[in-house]
């Protein structure tokens, strides 16, 4: 995907951790920008029924896995080696396709779907609103996984799912995710557990890139 740049005039090592923080949110809006995604707060959902099967399907592993893949992508090409899932993002999304890759490199089996309208199917597969980004990953067991979740973290939920959990979220676009890389930088996010009753709680605190492999 493309990346618009931001010139800064600061001094190396003089980035306080406000102007960090400010600069990680650009950078965010440039990535949020260049994955054609205007809105990550899909919203709710107001198709019919019939909409759900307009819908164009695409056998991702026949697509070669993009030869910019990082290091943070390719950590344990066997990790989902028997997993299988459907993908639901937008056509013109870059950064869902990069996700796509990195799940791909480490072995998951998987097919995408382009609906008209995504928040159909997040509202069916049981997704908060505080928690969509923007794709939605379905196993062909019921499990489900929204947004940038690194293959780490999606095999070692898929190992021992808590009981009353439906699957994984990672909210919005948190620069440096898997799908998200862009000149190194990185923010801290959160890996969040949605639950059957449609609460929430914390499943892993990711502080680094390093973290994710």
Not at 115 to 126: A, E, H, I, Q, V
């Amino acid at each position: 995907m493309t990346i618009f740049a931001v010139k800064s005039t600061l001094k190396p090592y003089s980035h306080s951790p406000k102007l960090m923080r400010v600069t990680l949110v650009v950078l965010a809006a440039a990535i949020l920008s260049a994955c054609g995604q205007s809105d990550i707060t899909v919203s709710d959902a107001s198709a019919s029924e019939e909409s759900m099967s307009d819908i164009s399907t695409v056998d991702t592993n026949t697509i070669p896995v993009a030869q910019t893949v990082t290091e943070t992508q390719i950590s344990n090409p066997d990790l989902l080696k028997n997993v299988s899932a459907t993908i639901y993002k937008d056509a013109n999304c870059g950064c869902c396709k990069e996700w796509v890759d990195h799940a791909q490199a480490h072995g998951l089996s998987s097919t995408v779907q382009h609906p008209t309208d995504l928040s159909l199917f997040k509202d069916r597969y049981g997704v908060p609103t505080e928690m969509r980004s923007c794709h939605t990953t379905v196993t062909t067991d019921g499990y489900v996984f929204e947004g940038h979740v690194p293959a780490k973290y999606v095999a070692e939920f898929l190992q021992n799912p808590p009981e009353q959990a439906i699957g994984l979220a990672v909210p919005g676009m948190p620069v440096g995710s898997p799908g998200m890389e862009y000149q190194g930088q990185f923010m801290p996010y959160q890996i969040m557990q949605i639950n059957k009753d449609g609460t929430h709680q914390v499943y892993a605190e990711v502080g680094s890139a390093a973290q994710q492999l």
